[in-house]
């Protein structure tokens, strides 16, 4: 048996007529040259119950040239360098059938296999594989299509994988950086996810632990790589629920985006000028897809069913549904943005050398030194953008509440190092007003896609006309509310202070 650590990988998914173009890519062509395709099958089982992948793994069998190998590994990864370690075991054996008694030294020891392993699914690749060697790095590159199939269902792969074999992970995202301007997108996906979600019909259960701060001598390097490592490992693991459709996974990668959002102005005065505008404009612009997407879905869930009766809501429901469509296809297209991708890879490297981006004194710098004058900028924003609150357009309500988003976000980002009764009052104050601000902006925004419908379809104008009422009644009702929670929020005491 050998028991590994998983390599440090970078892993690209692309449309298959992309192929060309990544395979003579200047980068790639000269690691590839003179390289034989290598076909590859591994087998994976579970047990009807799906008792190996609900534990987390997936076991598989195939060949390694004329032997043939056993293989226990993770289902999930999280698609970035550093944000995790889990291991794998790889077992050199006779014949094609998984052995459950080799799984005894393995996390499944407990699960009973000895009887009920079936083929659950199968990935089938064409691969060309070589490597980069620069100074004392050395990067393994394949670059691999073929199919993941579960029964009658199959799904077509291209991808180009990167694995640090040896040297330091900024070279990893050096070599990534090479592909930005190519049709390449990184995955949060693993092959055994794709195929458990496809003999399953559904995604497997995603666990995600929040970044949390110790609480003694954490430094601005050390919170800036572990906030911006877990926004992004939040990002690439939903993606693949959000380019499916699906609501929950939509949710997931929009509170990412407003958490790498919410870093990048926190901890601005500490950074360098000018640096990630890039990187923020294009999260921004894939943030307002990802709202719109949410904005649709919202308003047939939740608006419609609320203030009219099913039949006469049918007419509009067409036309929301119709429009959520469109706007899915423009998310997909902003999430596979190469501009996205180069925003992902420039943060990840950002990580790995915080005394680059920072400078020495600052990264070593302890944050709980910084984070007074931190919060304080964050909270005078929305006190600033708050003030006279009962006499602000919506508009400018909306402005308070993406204000106190940052200053709630920021919170949540230096919760480890501060404690105490007052840090939960203060938090209680924020939500209580956010929720407010919530119920606001749902009915401010069903107006907004009311008006858009009416003037696309005029035929809407009745039911529209009904849903504008309602709403500006419900929104008569929080405004009044608005005044007592904005008060109890600006009289209670900063816990930083």
């Given at each position: 048996m050998?028991?590994?650590?998983?390599?440090?990988?970078?892993?690209?998914?692309?449309?298959?007529?992309?192929?060309?173009?990544?395979?003579?890519?200047?980068?790639?062509?000269?690691?590839?040259?003179?390289?034989?395709?290598?076909?590859?099958?591994?087998?994976?089982?579970?047990?009807?119950?799906?008792?190996?992948?609900?534990?987390?793994?997936?076991?598989?069998?195939?060949?390694?040239?004329?032997?043939?190998?056993?293989?226990?590994?993770?289902?999930?990864?999280?698609?970035?360098?550093?944000?995790?370690?889990?291991?794998?075991?790889?077992?050199?054996?006779?014949?094609l059938r998984p052995d459950p008694g080799l799984l005894n030294d393995t996390p499944l020891v407990d699960v009973d296999l000895e009887t009920g392993l079936l083929p659950i699914y199968r990935s089938d690749f064409w691969e060309l594989q070589g490597q980069?060697?620069?100074?004392?790095?050395?990067?393994?590159?394949?670059?691999?299509?073929?199919?993941?199939?579960?029964?009658?269902?199959?799904?077509?792969?291209?991808?180009?994988?990167?694995?640090?074999?040896?040297?330091?992970v900024a070279s990893l995202y050096e070599m990534a950086k090479t592909l930005a301007n190519l049709p390449v997108w990184l995955t949060g996906e693993s092959?055994?996810?794709?195929?458990?979600?496809?003999?399953?019909?559904?995604?497997?259960?995603?666990?995600i632990a929040k970044a949390r701060l110790s609480t003694e001598n954490v430094t601005v390097g050390m919170a800036w790589t572990l906030l911006v490592r877990s926004a992004l490992t939040s990002f690439l693991l939903h993606q693949v629920l959000t380019e499916r459709g699906d609501v929950e996974g939509v949710h997931q990668i929009r509170m990412a985006i407003r958490r790498l959002r919410t870093v990048l102005r926190f901890i601005r005065p500490l950074l360098p000028k000018k640096v990630f505008l890039k990187e923020a404009v294009a999260f921004q612009k894939l943030g307002r897809s990802l709202g719109e997407v949410r904005d649709w879905d919202v308003f047939v869930t939740e608006i419609l069913p609320n203030f009219l009766e099913p039949a006469v809501a049918e007419p509009f429901k067409i036309f929301a549904e119709n429009r959520s469509l469109e706007a899915r296809t423009e998310m997909h297209q902003r999430l596979t943005d190469p501009s996205v991708t180069a925003a992902i890879l420039s943060l990840g490297a950002s990580a790995e050398k915080t005394d680059d981006l920072f400078g020495a004194d600052v990264s070593s710098s302890l944050l709980e030194d910084r984070a007074p004058e931190l919060l304080d900028r964050m909270a005078r924003k929305v006190q600033h953008r708050g003030a006279h609150i009962s006499r602000l357009s919506d508009e400018h309500l909306h402005d308070v509440r993406k204000a106190l988003k940052g200053l709630r976000y920021s919170v949540d980002s230096v919760v480890g190092i501060y404690s105490g009764k007052r840090l939960t009052a203060y938090i209680k104050h924020c939500k209580d007003l956010q929720e407010v601000f919530g119920q606001f902006n749902d009915f401010t925004m069903a107006e907004r896609l009311v008006e858009q419908a009416v003037k696309d379809a005029p035929d809407l104008e009745g039911q529209g006309q009904a849903i504008l009422d309602a709403a500006h009644h419900a929104k008569k009702k929080i405004l009044k509310k608005l005044p007592k929670k904005w008060k109890a929020f600006s009289k209670s005491v900063p816990f930083w202070c």
């Open positions: 050998i028991r590994n650590v998983m390599p440090v990988r970078l892993t690209f998914r692309f449309l298959p007529e992309a192929w060309p173009a990544i395979r003579h890519h200047a980068a790639i062509a000269a690691c590839l040259k003179n390289v034989r395709p290598r076909h590859r099958i591994w087998t994976f089982y579970d047990t009807p119950a799906a008792d190996v992948s609900l534990r987390g793994y997936a076991l598989c069998t195939g060949r390694n040239g004329r032997q043939s190998v056993q293989k226990l590994q993770p289902v999930l990864w999280t698609g970035l360098p550093g944000a995790s370690s889990s291991e794998c075991w790889i077992w050199f054996r006779k014949g980069q060697r620069t100074g004392e790095n050395i990067i393994q590159i394949t670059l691999s299509r073929g199919s993941v199939q579960a029964g009658k269902h199959s799904e077509t792969v291209c991808m180009v994988d990167f694995v640090l074999k040896e040297g330091l092959i055994p996810m794709q195929g458990a979600r496809l003999a399953n019909a559904q995604h497997l259960p995603l666990s």
